[in-house]
């Protein structure tokens, strides 16, 4: 009983000198490999990615916690910050027309067209309201779900477009006249496809498309922000879609889905 009643002061008396303590700390957020740094390091979330004749990646996000929402890369390495904003809803083709999406819904996608940091979850839209894309010159694409980014292959001039259906892959379409699908790029069904629903093992399954292109030598550039924006990376390809290179940033903040939330 005596040795239980010292053993209890004791700890009292510890426990008051503990608390009594100044505490010198730092409290702050961490992302990717540095916070607040100049330095180079991938973005936490990528919403916009065009890419230039030589591979070059300009990116533009609504957020980074090392504070360079807008960035540029080129051949797995960041070159720096970017002097413009990324815009892959809007692009123009080998011939100087533009190409837009119309009526952007961006289903669990994470964008400052949704509102960050709001999500839209309800199925969507049809009819009027349902997204499409248009031509400059009148010409309309209307057969996608969700379309969700548009790029350019510089060498061929085809027109890629990121599906944000349950496909989850980019569709490949001739605009030299009447636009016209002639292939796909990515496993379908992306990061829900079979045999193993949500592995991340096989690059040519995609979740969360938000960016992409085509350099001069045809080489593909996809960029993902996951669902919604649980990663921000870009993957660049060979023509044959064989992996080049690739980056990741991470920003871990929200549970998966499941392929049933899909159309």
């Known amino acids: 009983m005596t040795k239980r009643f010292i053993l209890t002061i004791w700890l009292c008396v510890l426990a008051t000198f503990i608390h009594a303590q100044k505490l010198t700390y730092v409290s702050r957020a961490l992302g990717n490999t540095h916070y607040k740094c100049a330095g180079p390091h991938m973005q936490n979330h990528i919403v916009d990615m065009n890419v230039s004749g030589d591979g070059t990646c300009t990116t533009y996000s609504v957020w980074d916690e090392g504070f360079h929402p807008t960035g540029v890369y080129k051949d797995s390495a960041y070159v720096g910050k970017s002097k413009y904003t990324a815009n892959s809803k ?20 994470n964008s400052p067209l949704n509102s960050f940091p709001s999500f839209r979850t309800d199925p969507v839209p049809t009819g009027d309201d349902a997204p499409y894309i248009s031509c400059s010159d009148g010409r309309k694409i209307t057969s996608l779900v969700d379309p969700v980014a548009l790029g350019i292959n510089l060498k061929t001039g085809e027109l890629f477009v990121a599906d944000n259906s349950i496909d989850q892959n980019i569709k490949i379409f001739d605009i030299s006249e009447s636009p016209v699908q002639t292939g796909t790029f990515g496993k379908q069904g992306g990061i829900f496809s ?12 995609f979740r969360g498309v938000t960016g992409l292109g085509g350099d001069d030598d045809g080489n593909i550039y996809v960029a993902m922000d996951g669902f919604p924006g649980a990663e921000g990376s870009i993957r660049a390809f060979n023509p044959d879609g064989t992996l080049r290179w690739k980056m990741v940033g991470h920003f871990i903040c929200c549970g998966g889905l499941c392929r049933s939330g899909f159309t």
């Open 194 to 205: 079979d045999p193993i629903s949500g592995s991340t093992s096989d690059m040519l399954r």
């Open 90 to 109: 809007a692009v123009k083709d080998k011939s100087g027309k533009t190409w837009t999406i119309q009526n952007y819904y961006g289903r669990f996608l």
